[in-house]
Structure formats: C-alpha cells, structure tokens
C-alpha cells in the first residue's frame, strides 16, 4: 500500500462530500475558508474514532479518569501555560503579491509559494495563535477570554479537583475529547489543518523517576492503537523529534506520523513534559499541586507524559488509509475498507424490492439490528447500485431480504471486502454479525 496521489486525495475528498461525510461550512454564502461541517456519515466516522479513542485509553483501563472542561478561559490559564508569550508562529507577508505565509511550512524560505517572488518576504513576526473574545458585556481588558488552543490544560488546572474528589494515585491519567482552536495562517489540505477541530488529550502523572519508563510504554501504546484499527504498517511511523525540535521543558517527544499525500505528518504528538505544566500553574494561581505520598510522608510535583492526538485529523487519515479502488467485471468498484469500529454503518438492511411484502419485513429487521448496531437502510434503485453505496460508505455488511425469505426465513449477507454472499437463517443473524463485528 501506498499513499495516496494527488489526484486520488482529490477523488476521495470529492467522495467525502458526495457521500455525505463532510461538506464545507456555509457553502450556501460562498464557503468559510478551512472549515468543514460533518454530514449524516461523518459524524459517525468522527464519532467512532473519539469512542475507540476513549474505548482504549479510559474505558479498558483502571488508572484513566475523564473530564470534559469549558473552552472559554480566562488569560491567567495561558499566561501560566505560556501560551501568551510562546504560542506563535512566525510570518512573512510578500512585498509583490501580499499574501501570508508561516515561515517554517515554506519549501524555500526565500521564494513565495504564490507569485514566485524571491527575496520578497518581510521579516517575520511572531503571530499568536489563540483566538481572543470577550465573556460578558463590556468591551474592557478584564473581559477578555480565549477560546481553548489545546484541552491539555483543562486537566492541568483539575488536576488539584480530581486527586480530592476520586480515588486516583499516580500512576494516573486524565483524559478530554474535545474542540480546540487555533487562528491558523495557513490552515488547508481538506480537514488536516482547520482553525477549529477536535482534539484528544490525555495527560499521564507518574512518579519522576518513572517517567521515561512510561514515555516509553505510551509512545508503544498510542502507535499501536493506530494499526489495531487498521491503518497499514507502511503509512504509519513513530518519529523522536530531534534535540533541537524539543520545546525547552520536555525531556522527549516523538510524533506518529501518517504518510499523506504530501508527504509524512503529525497524527499524535507523545511528550514528556516534566513537571513544567504544574509547577507553573502552581507558581501562578498559588495552589499547591503536588502528589503527597501517605505512607513516605513525602510530597512531589507528578511528571507528566501527554498523548495528543487530533480526532478529525485522525478520522482522514482513516479515511485515507480506508480507500480503494478495484477493477469488478470492467467496472471500478469504490471501497472504503474500514476496520468494523470505524466504519460509519456497520449493517446496511437492503429489501430486493419495495413492495411492501419486502419492505414490511424488512423495516422490522432493520428495527430489531439498530438496537445493537448502526444501520443504514435503503430501498431505492437496483440491488448493485446499492451495494456499491454501501461499499463508498465503508459498510462492512449488507443484508438482502429478498422473496425466498418469506418462506425459507433466511437472508443473503454480503461482505464488504470479498463481496462473498451466505445465506443465514434469520435466528442466527444477529450472534453472525456480532462475532463478526467484535
Ligand atoms: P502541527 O505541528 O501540525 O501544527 P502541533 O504539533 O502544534 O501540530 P499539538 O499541539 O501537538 O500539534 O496538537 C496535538 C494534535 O492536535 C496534533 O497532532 C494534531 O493531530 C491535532 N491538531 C493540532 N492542530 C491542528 C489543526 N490546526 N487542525 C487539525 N488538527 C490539529
């Protein structure tokens, strides 16, 4: 498998909004640049990949708490977090055609990507990426707010509220799913890089002298989750960030990556953060955050290893690692091949005909599935047609009730990937596609 060509990535953002996966936000007013509204299909794809997220790193586990904290914040967060002063990008405006660029995406940092210009970039300047607003009526410095860049420090600044209200000890880890924001100058390639998105975060507090061991154990765990659910080992690495790419307070990062069409980029960033984060926090708002050991009699800041990774970034490379394109009786047959968890609908129901003897039993069956499955259910145009929705959906399963079934009380299945077809008695269905979808 390799990645995608450029022109492939076009066809497969073109099948993403024919299909009802993503559509660009206010298309109906011209577009809003860089951002996008997930359709009917989409939300369960991105939907899907926050429950696995969550499924893996809270669910299964002992030692994971959830949170879900407020995206307004008042400046103190981020004056503490240092996202006032350090959260920038640097920028360069060319003098010939007055765009905008980051100078440290460009190819060439002399030549402008637009009009082709050399030596026509102004010197950069630092560019704060936080959205800034104001909470309340008045238009004055003690109103301002920000809109959350990242959901990290929501579990910074609960850190203190969680260890007195559960019964958590280090090792342990606090986790969010949720929106951030970042004012983004060159935001693009389709939902990869958007000003707003979804971010999931976890936030690991270990013992200091345990930290590189548990650098370590989630560096594994974060990569391997991604091939658990079936993202080809050949467009997927881990990469350790070089000494020089390491922020001033983390000891190690290193970031999974996802061979795009343009290239190898960031899914997930895993960092060791030191205590950086509450020491700060502590320092700033003067309360003491810290782990107090009972039995030693001893008090210590908790280190913290933190997975970051981005959901809607992640649910393209899903998407992009998912497609397929086959030859079928001189047809070409569109596929996403998405592992079960991921797939949007995991059972489409397809009556052969809409006759009501059909469609009658039919309904009833697709009622009596969506009790333990996402389904979808079709009964317009030919059987192929719609098959080869499905198989552009990603469903991994279609069940045909068809005229046989009235009286053998048996359905056809088909198989996403094979497209194999069985018939299975209607009692056994339901047991058949759950061992079959686990
Ligand atoms: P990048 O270098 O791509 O800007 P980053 O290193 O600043 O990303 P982090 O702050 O580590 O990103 O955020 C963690 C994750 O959040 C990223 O790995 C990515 O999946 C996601 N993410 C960050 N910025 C964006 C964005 N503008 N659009 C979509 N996802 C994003």
């Not at 696995?52 to 994971?64: E, H, I, K, N, Y």
């Not at 070089?242 to 980029?265: I, Q, R």
Request: hydrophobic content about 35%.
């Amino acid at each position: 498998m390799s990645s995608p060509s450029p022109e492939l990535f076009d066809r497969i953002v073109n099948l993403t909004k024919r299909r009802g996966f993503v559509y660009p936000s206010a298309e109906i007013y011209g577009g809003f640049r860089s951002t996008y509204d997930y359709g009917p299909v989409g939300v369960l794809l991105l939907r899907n990949v926050k429950d696995a997220w969550w499924r893996s790193m809270v669910q299964l586990r002992g030692d994971v708490v959830g949170l879900d904290a407020s995206i307004l914040s008042p400046p103190q967060v981020w004056e503490a977090s240092g996202h006032l002063a350090n959260f920038t990008d640097p920028l360069v405006d060319c003098t010939t055609c007055h765009q905008r660029f980051r100078l440290d995406k460009l190819e060439d940092p002399e030549r402008c990507p637009n009009c082709g210009a050399v030596g026509a970039f102004t010197e950069p300047r630092q560019f704060n990426l936080m959205f800034k607003t104001q909470a309340g009526p008045v238009e004055d410095a003690a109103a301002v707010a920000y809109l959350r860049p990242e959901t990290a420090q929501g579990m910074f600044i609960n850190f203190k509220n969680v260890v007195d209200t559960t019964r958590v000890r280090p090792p342990f880890g606090i986790a969010q799913i949720g929106k951030s924001f970042r004012n983004e100058i060159t935001p693009g390639q389709f939902v990869f890089r958007t000003r707003e998105f979804e971010q999931m975060e976890m936030e690991y507090f270990v013992p200091p002298a345990d930290a590189q061991r548990w650098y370590e154990y989630w560096c594994t765990e974060r990569y391997q989750w991604y091939l658990d659910l079936g993202i080809p080992e050949d467009l997927l690495r881990l990469r350790p960030h070089e000494s020089d790419e390491l922020s001033h307070y983390s000891s190690g990062t290193s970031d999974v990556e996802f061979l795009f069409p343009w290239g190898w980029d960031e899914l997930e960033g895993i960092a060791n953060r030191g205590d950086y984060d509450l020491t700060q926090h502590a320092e700033h708002s003067g309360e003491r955050l810290e782990w107090y050991d009972q039995a030693a009699n001893e008090r210590w800041v908790p280190h913290v290893i933190e997975p970051a990774a981005g959901a809607t970034r992640t649910a393209m490379a899903f998407l992009m690692a998912a497609y397929d394109e086959e030859e079928v009786r001189g047809e070409t047959r569109v596929v996403l091949r998405f592992h079960p968890r991921i797939a949007p609908y995991k059972v489409a129901v397809l009556p052969l005909s809409k006759k009501p003897e059909l469609s009658g039993p039919a309904q009833e069956l697709v009622a009596e599935l969506r009790r333990s499955f996402v389904c979808d259910y079709d009964e317009t145009q030919s059987i192929g047609r719609r098959y080869r929705r499905q198989d552009e959906l990603g469903t991994p399963y279609c069940v045909t009730y068809d005229f046989d079934s009235l009286t053998d009380g048996a359905v056809t299945v088909r198989e996403r990937d094979s497209m194999e077809q069985e018939r299975v008695p209607l009692a056994d269905l339901a047991g058949v596609l759950h061992e079959r979808l686990a």
